[in-house]
């Protein structure tokens, strides 16, 4: 089984630096003598969510961390709990608390609700596996995860996207390239992520539409609109090279590499450069490319798209997801606020 020392700062992006636990997990090899049991039906779990259920490689080393936390946790804590279908809901209760109370080493802070979140859900999974398997395990529905606090929602204005598109310099290579990343993160709502791994022949200006493959291995369709397109032809007709990312870095040492995988902006590089023109375009507000997917979602919503239409383009596996737009693009609660709302107490 993975260690899961294997989880990567770049795979550890959903949970920020100062929730993650700072206490070693024991891996299954380290765990007691009446753990290993219990460490086999994760390791099993593991291999399915790769073979049989094909999730990615992100997901499947998130769900080793967490897992492997909770078999240090029953090795130091809960000792009499040999395998999967000794864990009772008392046993659970214990595992949440401590969750809970656990305060980072480095900055003294509680591990945020969500955080603590991401650990019930992969206990769920691996109970919810081995359910299937028939084996006979605790409910994972018995185990409640908590409301989360409800997370204020940021977009751009009208202006703001205005005044963050014209930031870059076209007047190089990297202004054209910054232009058309900028153009394409709001006129596809892509993740960052998935804009990162575009390569130049994923595109295709002429029916300005192409797939891409998200979360859970989901592919979708997503669209570029005429702006977009513009700016992207103009920053490929700079391009002389053969590499086959979409997105280049312009530092560092070149890739000599057929292809050039190795010249392929980074996830963290895309984030200081849309940092960077959120500074020039002096917005005012922290936005990272998350927010120009809330914008680009918000616009759609805003102008009278579907819920549902929505939720494919973004690429949202439940339409709850999606739904946390309507309270700020429901154009009848604007209409109904003008109408009754003077503004005069």
């Avoid at 084996?135 to 005044?163: H, M, N, T, Y």
């Avoid at 959120?278 to 919503?301: E, N, Q, Y």
């Avoid at 383009?313 to 737009?325: D, E, K, R, W």
Wanted: aromatic share 6%.
């Amino acid at each position: 089984m993975r260690s899961a020392s294997l989880v990567s700062n770049s795979n550890r992006r959903r949970i920020s630096p100062s929730s993650v636990p700072t206490v070693s997990p024991t891996s299954p090899t380290q765990a007691p003598p009446v753990a290993l049991a219990f460490a086999e039906r994760v390791r099993r779990f593991l291999e399915a969510c790769e073979v049989d259920r094909n999730l990615s490689q992100l997901t499947i080393r998130q769900y080793d961390y967490y897992l492997n936390h909770l078999l240090g946790w029953l090795g130091r804590e809960q000792p009499e709990v040999a395998d999967l279908p000794d864990l009772s809901l008392e046993v659970v209760r214990r595992y949440k608390l401590s969750l809970a109370r656990h305060l980072n080493a480095h900055t003294g802070r509680p591990l945020s609700r969500a955080t603590q979140t991401y650990f019930l859900v992969a206990l769920r999974s691996l109970l919810r596996y081995w359910s299937l398997q028939g084996l006979e395990v605790l409910a994972p529905d018995r185990i409640e995860l908590g409301k989360a606090p409800s997370r204020s929602l940021k977009f751009l204005d009208g202006d703001q996207l205005r005044r963050l598109l014209a930031a870059p310099d076209i007047n190089d290579l990297r202004g054209l390239r910054d232009r058309a990343l900028i153009e394409t993160f709001f006129s596809t709502g892509l993740r960052l992520s998935e804009l990162a791994r575009l390569d130049r022949d994923h595109i295709n200006l002429k029916t300005r539409e192409f797939g891409v493959i998200g979360k859970g291995r989901k592919p979708r369709i997503v669209f570029l609109s005429d702006a977009a397109t513009e700016w992207l032809d103009r920053y490929l007709q700079t391009r002389h090279d053969r590499w086959k990312p979409l997105f280049i870095r312009m530092k560092g040492k070149l890739d000599a590499t057929p292809g050039g995988p190795g010249m392929r902006m980074s996830t963290r590089s895309i984030e200081r450069l849309v940092q960077k023109y959120v500074r020039l375009a002096g917005l005012g507000v922290k936005a990272t490319p998350h927010t120009l997917r809330h914008s680009f979602a918000t616009d759609l919503l805003s102008n009278g798209a579907d819920l549902r239409a929505v939720q494919e383009l973004l690429g949202h596996a439940n339409l709850n997801t999606t739904q946390i737009y309507t309270h700020v693009t429901n154009p009848q609660l604007r209409a109904v606020h003008r109408k009754f709302h003077s503004g005069n107490q």
